[in-house]
Every structure is written in C-alpha cells, then in structure tokens.
C-alpha cells in the first residue's frame, strides 16, 4: 500500500505559481492547511515513477472525498486546483482556457515548465466534466492531455481525479503506452474513523459557538460512540471474519458520507451521552435485526427526524394546545411526522414551496399559528446545510429514496426533475436506502422510468474492474421485470421488481456487464446527453430507443456488446454520434436499419440455450438462496408465523419460482429444522451451484446445468 507521502515525494513542489488573471476563476490556489482534513490511504497500480510517469490519475468511489484530497495535494505542493466541474469542455479547452486564466506570456512558461516537469496541474471533478462536455468535447480534451503529457520527464506533471467508471475510460483512451499512474483513495480505518468523527464534532460545536462535549467528557463520549459503532455494525453480521480491518467494514464505516450521518446523530445526543447509550440499548433490545448495515443506518436517519418531531411537538403542543377550544383533536402526530418533515424540506431544498400543507383534519382555529410554527421550526432542521442544499449526500439520498419509494406522485416527479440535472451524482446510498424503503410495502418495486438512477447508485461504489453484473427479465406476460445486481460490494440487496415497463425502461447515462431480455422497449439516455454503453452488454428487447446525443460503446479487451430490437428502432429526434473504443465488436440487428446504426449490423444467435426462461429461474434463484443465506448465516431461520410472508416475498407468487423453491426443498438443498427454513449450503454447492454464484449473478457452467436439470424435472412431470 501507497501513502500520500510517498506520492508528494515524486509530484513538483511548486514555490511560486503564476498568477491567475481572471476572477472569478475555476482555477485556484490553496493557501492555508485545512487543520480538520483527515489523509486517507491510497492504492498505486501502478504507482508513479520519476522519469517515467506524467500522469497520475487518481479514482474513487462516490463521495469519498476527491476535492479534498485535490485541496490536500494543492496545498503540499503549492499547485493550482483546476476544477474542472465549472467549465464546459470543447475543443481547445486545455490550451484555451489556460491561455485565458494566465495571460498569454505567463501561459507560454507554464507550458514550458509541465514539458520540463517542474510545474503541476491538478485537475479536479472530471467525472462532472465529462457529464457536462456536449459530444466528443470531452475525448477532445482527453486528446489535448495525450498530446501535451505523452513525452517522459522527470516528474509527474498532472493529477487528474474522477470517480472510477470515468477514471476507467479515461485509461482506455489514453491508451496502454501512455504513461500514467493510477491510484484508488481508500476508505478509513478506524483510526481516521474516529479523527473524522471527532473533527466533524469540532465544526458543529463551533457552529454553535461552544466547545465540544466530546472533548470535555470524552470517557462517555467515547463509550457512547464505539456503542453507536457496534449498534452500526449488526448488519453485517453474516461476516464470520468482521472486524475493522476487513474491506467489507472499512466500505461501511470508513465510507465518509456514513460518518457524517453518524456524527450527525452523536451531536443530536452532545448534551446527554448517557441518552445516546439508553437509546441504542433500546434498539439494540429489538426482537428482529436488521438484515442489513443498511437497515441500521436508515434507523439512525430516522432516528434524527424522530428527535426534530419530539422537539417540535414539545413547543407546539404548548402554543397549539390553548387554541383547540375544546374541540375534540388528538392527532398531534401527524404535525411534523416522518413524511410531512421529507416533504417539507424537500420542497425548501428544491425550490417548489409554496406554502405549509394542512393535515385534513386539522381544527380551523389552529391552522395560521400552526403554519407559523412550522415556518420557524423547518429551517433549523439537521438535513438543511449551512446554504440552501442538503447538510450531506446521505440526507439528499434518503430523502430522493423516501421520495422514489413512497412519495406522491407530485413529490416523485420534482425529485426526477433533480435528479436529470447534468451534474447530479448518485452515491451508493440512494439504491440501498430505496430497497431498505420500499420493502416497507407490499413488495420491493420501482418504476421503469427510475431503473436508471437505482442502477447507477448500484454501481457507484464499485472500483475499476470490478463493476457489478445486471441481469433484467421480464416476467412471462411482459408486464414487470426482475432485476438483480450482484458484485462484492452490492452483495444481496440488488433484489427488486420493475413496474410499469411498457412504456420503456428508463436507462441514464451508463450500462455495463449486464444482460438485458424481455419483450419491452429500452431507452438509452436523456436528450443531449451522453451514453456510455459497455463493456459485455447483451439487450434483447422489443423497441430501442437512444435519445442520447453521443453514444460511446466501451470494447474493451475484446468484450462485445449486441443490441436485438425485435420491432424496431425509434428515434425521438436526431441521431446519437457513436464512438467505439477497444477491440471488441458492436453488433445490432433490427429492421430497418440505417446510418449510423448500419454499419454495425451483424447476424445475432437469437435462440440460444440458455434464453428467457432460464434467466428468469436464474433471477429467482438468487432471490431465494440470497435471503436464505443471511438467515441461515445469522442463525435466524424462517420461523413457522414468516413462511407465508416468506412464500409470497422471497419466493414469490408465479409459478416458476414455487416450482423451483419445491425442487430446492426436494434436492434437500432447503431443508426444515424444527419447522423452520435453512439453506444447506454444502448441498447447493454439491449440485454445482456456490453461493458466490448467485451473490456476484454468475451464470457459471454449474449455474446453469443445474437451472436445466430443473427445467427438466419440469418437463417430466408436465
């Protein structure tokens, strides 16, 4: 493992930088240390080199952190931070817009000093850069790094930052002679875990203008915080190896925008920690755990909007109370409950109040006061930061969750509407806390339209390579679709309906390693934007559709991409510009077809083996072994009063997932202890099927013989 030191050691320290002429700028200067910043660890693979390396590009997940550690970088050497989230990209951008930021006679020396490797850029937020370039801006841009950063020199001369999937197309085009560095930011260890923790309480007691409890008290501060960290940890408890060193821990508790909600909730408790302690014993007291980390941070969430509810009712039961008049109303709930505090700030957040709502049975003589107790109390609420937006992406995400899984219809559409804005990144957060949400009602499920948000929240933590697999099939009268999505950081929580599909499946800007089928129509993007399509993607689908204005078909190492369109192809207005990249093929076949579709026409094996059908026992078999397995791995098998609820969630109601749970309890594969469910894993694995398989949605030559053995039986006894 790399430090951040050893790369300072290798990057130019800068005494002097040229000074910048316009203002304001996007290209700026970090003067003074940021005392409260917290390193992480970095990965090098490979790692920089003097004389041989020019680039380093460094990647990480969604929210990690990666303008901090620009800042960080900048402040060590003395180099500008060049943000690149602030300018549109287009030819000539790279020499242009420096050009113009130092004057034409400053700017001939900053040249002649990145060529000389005694200077430093470092460019910031090109993942947002790439979603704002119209067509082939950005790769022009990408050319303009090539050719100004493709000769050696003795130092590295340019730190570039993105989130993994653009730092990963970044690579592809640089291409493998180029030389270049490339570096993952790491998550913390408990050590920086608790730096954070402590640093973030800091900046809420200064807010505030006192000091921090935590330092005062710190002996109950720290037995009330490493509660919160057990409390925290019960979701992952099917680790038979979890401790803080452990990727899986580290990716939940070193995950920055996690430790801003939990030192959230801490500072709710700054005046009484033994209360934090009585509030997570009382949690911990629950007869049902959770069956996710997940699940215990959406409590914690909600556990701060049920402090701001307590608080509110406490003040508002003394104003309300004189003006009831006798009039015979109780529901003193429902004034700042959960749902009324996600929409209230949600409106504020995105601009669309326009007055406090009513609840329907609320007595006329307490409607103005209650109005204006909500107007004095909603600002002060912990979601709201110190500006006009969300304190940090774990509240924006839960509340965009909250609003996609149960929200009116209303309140639904003005989060999608944010949501499409060019620059808005999904965390990891948004998926988990939909799936924690929706499993609330009577079945997960999302809408079509949204499929392309979850997805790419699904895939925002994954690092280079290591992209999780989608398999999406429709259900037998086309009406639904099931989606699973399984890598080792999404694990089992990809498990989720698609309603509404004839009207297209929605994707938005990415879609890679997943295989596609059903009788429904695909869309490719939003209008204008741009679409990135690969690597090893297999649509079968009954229209397509790319409103995107550029397409970029990723074929990397030989890894194809195949599009069929049983009826057709539609067009919502001009036609997308591809680009292809890597050595792999694109194939496409409809009718008609022309340009610019035409020249990748090719002849597609629509009657494969393993087709529709099997893919749909496939996607009920990772439901049903995936919930069995963390029951069975957390000594909580499905008890006799769970096995109709069971029945109709996990295995579900069609046909063909009941067969297969019965031919699962036949093979003895699902046994009964004590009348209870328990998957035996030794005997799965036995019939060619591991537990990996069906967590990482392998469909591997044992998944699939046992799949048909199955269909088999079927037949047999049809």
Same mark, same amino acid.
């Given at each position: 493992?790399?430090?951040?030191?050893?790369?300072?050691? &290798? @990057?130019?320290?800068?005494?002097?930088?040229?000074? /910048?002429?316009?203002?304001?700028?996007?290209?700026?200067?970090?003067?003074?240390?940021? *005392?409260? #910043?917290?390193?992480?660890?970095?990965?090098?693979? %490979?790692?920089?080199?003097?004389?041989?390396?020019?680039?380093?590009?460094?990647?990480?997940?969604?929210?990690?952190?990666?303008?901090?550690?620009? +800042?960080? *970088?900048?402040?060590?050497?003395?180099?500008?931070?060049?943000? $690149?989230?602030?300018?549109? @990209?287009?030819?000539?951008?790279?020499?242009?817009?420096?050009?113009?930021?130092?004057?034409?006679?400053?700017?001939?020396?900053?040249?002649?000093?990145?060529?000389?490797?005694?200077?430093?850029?470092?460019?910031?937020?090109?993942?947002?850069?790439?979603?704002?370039?119209?067509?082939?801006?950005?790769?022009?841009?990408?050319?303009?790094?090539?050719?100004?950063?493709?000769?050696?020199?003795?130092?590295?001369?340019?730190?570039?930052?993105?989130?993994?999937?653009?730092?990963?197309?970044?690579?592809?085009?640089?291409?493998?002679?180029?030389?270049?560095?490339?570096?993952?930011?790491?998550?913390?260890?408990?050590?920086?875990?608790?730096?954070?923790?402590?640093?973030?309480?800091?900046?809420?007691?200064?807010?505030?203008?006192?000091?921090?409890?935590?330092?005062?008290?710190?002996? /109950?501060?720290?037995?009330?915080?490493?509660?919160?960290?057990?409390?925290?940890?019960?979701? @992952?408890?099917?680790?038979?190896?979890?401790?803080?060193?452990?990727?899986?821990?580290?990716?939940?508790?070193?995950?920055?925008?996690? =430790?801003?909600?939990?030192?959230?909730?801490?500072?709710?408790?700054?005046?009484? #920690?033994?209360?934090?302690?009585?509030?997570?014993?009382?949690?911990?007291?629950?007869?049902?755990? %959770?069956?996710?980390?997940?699940?215990?941070?959406?409590?914690?969430?909600?556990?701060? &909007?049920?402090?701001?509810?307590?608080?509110?009712?406490?003040?508002?039961?003394?104003? $309300?109370?004189?003006? @009831?008049?006798?009039?015979?109303?109780?529901?003193?709930?429902?004034?700042?409950?959960?749902?009324?505090?996600?929409?209230?700030?949600?409106?504020?957040?995105?601009?669309? &109040?326009?007055?406090?709502?009513?609840?329907?049975?609320?007595?006329?003589?307490?409607?103005?006061?209650?109005?204006?107790?909500?107007?004095?109390?909603? %600002?002060?609420?912990?979601?709201?930061?110190?500006?006009?937006?969300?304190?940090?992406?774990?509240?924006?995400?839960? *509340?965009?969750?909250?609003? *996609?899984?149960?929200?009116?219809?209303?309140?639904?559409?003005?989060?999608?509407?944010?949501?499409?804005?060019?620059?808005?990144?999904?965390?990891? =957060?948004?998926?988990?806390?939909? =799936?924690? $949400?929706?499993?609330?009602?009577?079945?997960?499920?999302?809408?079509?339209?949204?499929?392309?948000?979850?997805?790419?929240?699904?895939?925002?933590?994954? +690092?280079?390579?290591?992209?999780?697999?989608? /398999? =999406?099939?429709?259900?037998?009268?086309?009406?639904?679709?099931?989606?699973?999505?399984?890598?080792?950081? /999404?694990?089992?929580?990809?498990?989720?309906?698609?309603?509404?599909?004839?009207?297209?499946?929605?994707?938005?800007?990415?879609?890679?390693?997943?295989?596609?089928?059903?009788?429904?129509?695909?869309?490719?993007?939003?209008?204008?934007?741009?679409?990135?399509?690969?690597?090893?993607?297999?649509? !079968?689908?009954?229209?397509?559709?790319?409103?995107?204005?550029? $397409?970029?078909?990723?074929?990397?190492?030989?890894?194809?991409?195949?599009?069929?369109?049983?009826?057709?192809? &539609?067009?919502?207005?001009?036609?997308?510009?591809?680009?292809?990249?890597?050595?792999?093929?694109?194939?496409?076949?409809?009718?008609?077809?022309?340009? %610019?579709?035409?020249? #990748?026409?090719?002849?597609?094996?629509?009657?494969?083996?393993?087709?529709?059908?099997?893919?749909?026992?496939?996607?009920?078999?990772?439901?049903?072994?995936?919930?069995?397995?963390?029951?069975?791995?957390?000594?909580?098998?499905?008890?006799?009063?769970?096995?109709?609820?069971?029945?109709?969630?996990?295995?579900?109601?069609?046909?063909?997932?009941?067969?297969?749970?019965?031919?699962?309890?036949?093979?003895?594969?699902?046994?009964?202890?004590? +009348?209870?469910?328990?998957?035996?894993?030794?005997?799965?694995?036995?019939?060619?099927?591991?537990?990996?398989?069906? !967590?990482?949605?392998?469909?591997?030559?044992?998944?699939?013989?046992?799949?048909?053995?199955?269909?088999?039986?079927?037949?047999?006894?049809?």
């Amino acid at each position: 493992m790399a430090s951040l030191n050893e790369l300072l050691k &290798i @990057l130019p320290s800068i005494e002097q930088g040229p000074k /910048v002429h316009i203002d304001p700028c996007e290209l700026y200067y970090v003067p003074r240390p940021e *005392l409260d #910043y917290v390193v992480p660890d970095v990965v090098g693979n %490979p790692e920089a080199r003097e004389g041989a390396t020019t680039v380093v590009l460094i990647e990480a997940a969604a929210a990690v952190g990666k303008t901090a550690l620009a +800042r960080f *970088l900048a402040r060590s050497t003395g180099a500008p931070v060049w943000d $690149l989230s602030r300018l549109y @990209l287009g030819s000539g951008s790279l020499w242009g817009r420096l050009a113009q930021i130092f004057g034409a006679e400053e700017f001939s020396k900053v040249i002649a000093r990145l060529v000389m490797g005694n200077f430093l850029l470092i460019m910031d937020a090109l993942d947002e850069a790439e979603l704002r370039a119209a067509g082939p801006s950005f790769d022009t841009f990408l050319s303009d790094i090539k050719d100004l950063f493709q000769q050696p020199r003795p130092r590295p001369t340019a730190v570039l930052l993105a989130r993994a999937e653009t730092a990963e197309y970044i690579s592809l085009y640089l291409g493998s002679d180029f030389p270049l560095a490339r570096y993952q930011i790491q998550f913390f260890d408990r050590v920086a875990v608790e730096q954070f923790v402590d640093q973030s309480l800091d900046r809420h007691a200064s807010m505030r203008g006192e000091p921090g409890t935590h330092r005062k008290r710190r002996p /109950v501060f720290e037995e009330g915080r490493d509660r919160l960290f057990a409390f925290m940890m019960r979701g @992952l408890r099917e680790d038979k190896d979890l401790h803080w060193g452990s990727d899986r821990v580290k990716s939940f508790l070193g995950y920055a925008p996690v =430790l801003e909600a939990l030192a959230e909730y801490i500072d709710a408790f700054s005046d009484n #920690y033994q209360k934090l302690a009585a509030e997570l014993d009382r949690e911990d007291a629950l007869t049902e755990p %959770p069956n996710t980390q997940w699940d215990v941070l959406v409590k914690v969430v909600e556990g701060l &909007i049920d402090r701001e509810s307590e608080k509110y009712l406490r003040q508002a039961k003394g104003l $309300l109370t004189p003006l @009831l008049r006798g009039a015979d109303w109780t529901a003193w709930e429902s004034l700042y409950s959960q749902e009324r505090q996600c929409g209230l700030v949600l409106e504020r957040v995105l601009g669309q &109040i326009t007055d406090v709502t009513i609840p329907d049975d609320l007595p006329e003589s307490l409607v103005q006061d209650y109005r204006a107790s909500i107007r004095t109390a909603l %600002p002060n609420h912990p979601f709201f930061g110190s500006t006009s937006g969300f304190a940090n992406v774990v509240f924006r995400d839960y *509340l965009y969750a909250w609003a *996609l899984a149960v929200a009116p219809p209303q309140v639904k559409e003005l989060v999608r509407q944010a949501m499409r804005e060019e620059t808005f990144l999904p965390t990891p =957060l948004l998926s988990r806390f939909f =799936l924690v $949400l929706a499993a609330r009602g009577r079945r997960i499920s999302a809408e079509a339209q949204d499929f392309g948000f979850l997805y790419e929240s699904f895939t925002a933590n994954s +690092r280079s390579g290591a992209r999780p697999q989608l /398999v =999406l099939v429709a259900s037998a009268n086309g009406d639904s679709m099931s989606a699973v999505i399984g890598s080792e950081d /999404v694990l089992d929580d990809g498990l989720f309906e698609l309603t509404d599909v004839s009207s297209g499946v929605q994707l938005w800007r990415r879609l890679s390693h997943a295989r596609i089928e059903g009788s429904v129509p695909i869309r490719l993007g939003f209008p204008g934007g741009s679409f990135v399509l690969g690597p090893s993607v297999d649509i !079968r689908c009954a229209l397509l559709e790319v409103p995107a204005g550029t $397409l970029r078909v990723d074929l990397r190492s030989g890894s194809d991409v195949t599009i069929y369109a049983e009826a057709g192809y &539609i067009t919502s207005g001009s036609e997308p510009n591809i680009y292809t990249y890597g050595d792999g093929k694109l194939t496409v076949n409809w009718s008609p077809i022309r340009y %610019p579709w035409v020249q #990748y026409r090719g002849e597609l094996r629509l009657e494969e083996n393993f087709g529709l059908l099997e893919l749909e026992v496939f996607v009920h078999l990772c439901r049903i072994v995936g919930f069995l397995r963390r029951m069975t791995m957390r000594s909580r098998p499905v008890s006799p009063p769970s096995q109709s609820l069971f029945s109709r969630y996990v295995v579900g109601g069609t046909q063909t997932s009941q067969e297969l749970f019965q031919y699962l309890v036949e093979q003895g594969i699902v046994t009964t202890l004590y +009348r209870q469910y328990v998957l035996d894993v030794e005997r799965l694995e036995a019939e060619g099927v591991s537990t990996v398989d069906t !967590r990482l949605r392998n469909i591997t030559p044992g998944v699939e013989s046992f799949i048909r053995r199955f269909l088999e039986s079927r037949r047999m006894v049809d």
